[in-house]
C-alpha cells in the first residue's frame, strides 16, 4: 500500500471511532412526493409510499410534530403536490453498531475500490444514516461526487466500486448493465449439491415481498442466471462455492441458493426449508452471512484498459476459488 493511500486509510479509522452515529443526534430523512399522488393527502401519501408502516404510526409522528416543511410541522390532511418535498425527523437518533473495518483498497483519478465489511450497509436507509459506507468515505472525499456503480447487501462483505464524478459513473454502470463487468463470489450454503458445477436460471419477481425479500417468480419473474462451481465440500456439511451472476437482479446468489435448498449460511431472511423472514441488518456479534464479493473485473473508463481486483478472502471460507 503507497504512504498516500495509508494516510487515507489512517484517516478514516479517525473519522469513524467512535461511530458516527453512535452519539444521539436529530435524523432528517426527506419525503418527496411523485406526481401520481398529485392532490392526495399527506396522510394517505405517506401511508401509500411506505406500506410497511401502519396508519396509527404515522398519525403519532404528525401528532409530535415530526412531518414537517422547512422545519414547520405539517397538518396530515394537507393537500400535496407532485415534486413537493417534505422532511421526516427522527430526534434522539442512535444508530446500531455496524463493522466499522473498511479498507480503500486502490484508488485513482476516476475509481475507488473498497474492501467493504460485513454488517455495514452502503447507504442511508432504514435505521442507518451516518454509520454506512458512504457517509464514512464523505468524511475522508470531502466535496467529491462520489457515486456507486453496484451495490452490495449490508450483510454481504467484500469489493465495493465507486467513481468520483457522475460522468465516470454513467460509464462504468454500462458495463455492469451491459455484462462486460465481471463479479466473482465466495459463498457457504448448507448441504451439498449434487453436481461439481451447475447453473440457476430461476426467475426472480421484481416485487418486494415480507421487508423487502423477493422471491422466484417462474411467470412474471425477471430473468436472472447464476453459474456456480462447488470449491469444497466441509465436514459439516456445508459447500463452499464459487459463484458468478451473469445478470444482476436483488438478491440473486441468496434467492437461487434458496430456491434449489441450498441457502447461504446465515442469512438472515432466506432460511432453509424454503422459509423467508424480514429482510434486516446482522448485528456485529451475530455470526456472520457466508458470501463475500471476491473478485472484480472492469474496464478502465479512460484508458479502456482491463482492470482486476481480489479480495481478501473471510475467515469463514477456508480456501481460495483459484
Known amino acids: 500500500m503507497n504512504a ?30 411523485p406526481g401520481r399522488l398529485d392532490r392526495w393527502k399527506l396522510i394517505d401519501c405517506v401511508c401509500e409510499q411506505h406500506p410497511h408502516v401502519s396508519r396509527q404510526t404515522w398519525c403519532d409522528w404528525f401528532s409530535q410534530g415530526h412531518i414537517r416543511k422547512r422545519g414547520v410541522p405539517i397538518d396530515p390532511m394537507a393537500l400535496v403536490r407532485g415534486g413537493e418535498e417534505f422532511e421526516h425527523v427522527f430526534p434522539d437518533t442512535v444508530e446500531p453498531d455496524v463493522n466499522a473495518k ?13 474492501e467493504k465489511p460485513a454488517p455495514l450497509p452502503i447507504h442511508p ?14 468524511l475522508v472525499y470531502p466535496g467529491e461526487c462520489l457515486k456507486l456503480v453496484h451495490r452490495l447487501d ?21 458495463q455492469f448493465q451491459s455484462g462486460t463487468a465481471k463479479k466473482r463470489y465466495l459463498v457457504r450454503c ?15 419477481s421484481s416485487r418486494r415481498g415480507e421487508g423487502g425479500t423477493r422471491d422466484v ?19 459439516d456439511e456445508t459447500t463452499l462455492l464459487e459463484a458468478k451472476p451473469i445478470t444482476g437482479r436483488t438478491n440473486q446468489i441468496r434467492i437461487h441458493l434458496w430456491s434449489i ?27 456472520p452471512m457466508c458470501l463475500h464479493a471476491a473478485g472484480l473485473t472492469v474496464f ?18 477456508g480456501a481460495s476459488p483459484e
Open 261 to 287: 435448498g441450498h441457502p447461504v449460511l446465515g442469512d438472515p431472511s432466506y432460511l432453509p426449508k424454503k422459509k423467508i423472514a424480514a429482510w434486516q441488518t446482522l448485528g456485529t456479534e451475530d455470526p
Open 125 to 138: 436507509s432504514g435505521r442507518f444514516e451516518r454509520n454506512t459506507l458512504i457517509s464514512f468515505l464523505r
Open 154 to 174: 449490508a450483510n454481504t462483505s467484500g469489493l465495493v466500486l465507486i467513481a468520483r464524478s457522475s460522468e465516470v459513473a454513467a460509464i462504468m454502470a454500462r
Open 300 to 317: 478502465d473508463p479512460i484508458s479502456g484498459d482491463e482492470l482486476r481486483w481480489a479480495s481478501r478472502l473471510p475467515e469463514w471460507s
Open 102 to 114: 473498511v479498507l480503500i483498497a486502490v484508488e485513482d483519478e476516476n475509481l475507488i475500490v473498497i
Open 217 to 235: 417468480d417462474p411467470i412474471g419473474g425477471k430473468h436472472a442466471r447464476t453459474e456456480f462451481r462447488v470449491i469444497k465440500s466441509l465436514d
Open 190 to 204: 448448507h448441504g451439498i449439491p449434487e453436481r461439481c458445477e451447475f447453473t440457476c436460471d430461476a426467475p426472480i
Open 4 to 33: 498516500s493511500l495509508q494516510q487515507r486509510n489512517e484517516l478514516l479509522r479517525r473519522r469513524i471511532t467512535p461511530l458516527p452515529g453512535s452519539q444521539p443526534y436529530e435524523n432528517v430523512r426527506p419525503i418527496r412526493i
